[in-house]
């Protein structure tokens, strides 16, 4: 998927992006695992964000 780094993705994009279902995401936002900009009722997320979260979650292959 290629991101523009410009512009807030929507629970579908930032779900697909991270490879889970969107109420997997909903959770996480809920529980405040993962950063998201509202706009009115509606979450948005940055793609640096995201791409943070990746990095913070990395585990070392053994």
């Given at each position: 998927?290629?991101?523009?780094?410009?512009?807030?993705?929507?629970?579908?994009?930032?779900?697909?992006?991270?490879?889970?279902?969107?109420?997997?995401?909903?959770?996480?936002?809920?529980?405040?695992?993962?950063?998201?900009?509202k706009?009115?009722?509606?979450?948005?997320?940055?793609?640096?964000?995201?791409?943070?979260?990746?990095?913070?979650?990395?585990?070392?292959?053994?």
């Amino acid at each position: 998927m290629q991101i523009d780094n410009n512009r807030l993705l929507n629970m579908d994009e930032a779900s697909s992006l991270l490879g889970i279902k969107k109420n997997t995401l909903y959770q996480m936002v809920m529980r405040r695992e993962i950063a998201v900009v509202k706009i009115g009722k509606l979450n948005r997320f940055r793609p640096e964000d995201l791409q943070a979260f990746i990095n913070e979650n990395l585990t070392e292959r053994i």
